[in-house]
């Protein structure tokens, strides 16, 4: 057990800091799922399975130390399981921490060869480190085994597509699709290659994306902007509008309804549009900017100045307010 060594020291100057943590709160802060499995690892200190299942609920609440000590405490106990170095090597890659997280996978797959989640998480490690060859293998390890991994196909499509490679990238997507009907982030990314090539398929799959996910607005979003960047404003702000629909509170729909109206000459009514994104992004310097511009178009100079100042607040390197400021200050 050397291998893990260094980490277990970690392990136990973690595993007494979250004691005292969970100690300082009293027990109605902790959610009941965790109340119940500090009760069963009292009874149970060996049974990795309760660690893993702690370690994720503290993941999902934030409890990211917490996690990652109880995470180590199931190799810990138990060395057999290939998922337990998997979810290690995971954590990790999602701080960031690469050459640790290979490590972690590649223990998980020596446990167990066919290990498919194991495999693809180096892919996606590969593909994250811009090493294509390398996913690729571990890709194809994968589909020797189990030609219908949807996931997999999907990886394929996210590597071809990196490498700019894009009718193979959406061969690979169409693959996943078929291989899996509801796979939504297949859908996302075959319409956003489509908006590339200016298809209007890409619309098609954007609304297969919705129906799978009516609450995302991201499907929303995408089919929106395929419209307008085809200069079909009616139809993008139709869209849009059904995503404000879902959330109300959507400062990019907002946004964009009303550059289309200010581009549609409609000052006043695209004044409106950046009134609502900067009642829920009082930070928003392009929502000032632009709400500049209706105001300077509607002759309220002072308050198309003030607009400009308040721009140049937020993000002192857009030029476009410098310039509109100095045009604004001469007419007032």
Not at 139 to 158: P, Q, S
Not at 226 to 233: A, K, P, R, V
Not at 264 to 276: G, I, L, M, T, V
Request: charged share 25%; glycine share 4%.
């Amino acid at each position: 057990m050397k291998y893990f060594g260094f980490l277990f020291l970690i392990v136990l100057f973690l595993s007494s800091c979250g004691e005292n943590t969970e100690k300082t709160n009293s027990a109605g802060q902790l959610p009941k799922e965790i109340i119940s499995l500090n009760n069963k690892i009292e009874a149970e200190p060996l049974n990795a399975s309760l660690f893993f299942r702690r370690a994720n609920i503290y993941k999902a609440i934030g409890k990211d130390s917490l996690a990652f000590v109880d995470l180590l405490n199931t190799v810990k106990i138990d060395s057999t399981q290939a998922r337990y170095f998997s979810a290690i090597g995971d954590f990790l890659f999602e701080k960031k921490d690469i050459s640790a997280s290979v490590k972690w996978f590649q223990k998980a797959i020596s446990i167990d060869p066919n290990d498919e989640v194991s495999h693809l998480k180096m892919a996606n490690l590969f593909l994250y480190t811009q090493k294509y060859e390398k996913a690729f293998v571990e890709i194809n390890t994968v589909l020797k085994r189990n030609v219908y991994n949807a996931e997999a196909y999907f990886l394929k499509g996210m590597c071809y597509k990196d490498m700019k490679e894009i009718d193979k990238a959406i061969s690979s997507f169409q693959t996943a699709v078929q291989t899996e009907p509801k796979y939504y982030d297949g859908f996302m990314q075959l319409g956003l290659l489509y908006t590339q090539k200016k298809n209007p398929l890409a619309l098609q799959y954007f609304d297969n994306a919705i129906r799978l996910d009516s609450l995302n607005f991201e499907g929303h979003y995408a089919k929106a902007m395929f419209h307008q960047t085809q200069g079909q404003y009616a139809e993008a702000k139709k869209v849009f509008k059904e995503g404000i629909g879902v959330y109300k509170t959507l400062a990019e729909a907002y946004y964009n309804i009303g550059w289309m109206l200010l581009h549609q000459d409609s000052a006043a009514k695209a004044k409106r549009e950046f009134e609502r994104v900067l009642a829920y992004d009082q930070d928003n310097a392009k929502a000032y900017f632009n709400r500049g511009l209706c105001n300077e178009i509607l002759e309220k100079y002072k308050e198309a100045k003030e607009d400009y100042e308040q721009a140049l607040i937020f993000d002192p390197e857009f030029d476009l307010p410098t310039t509109a400021l100095a045009r604004v200050k001469k007419k007032l």
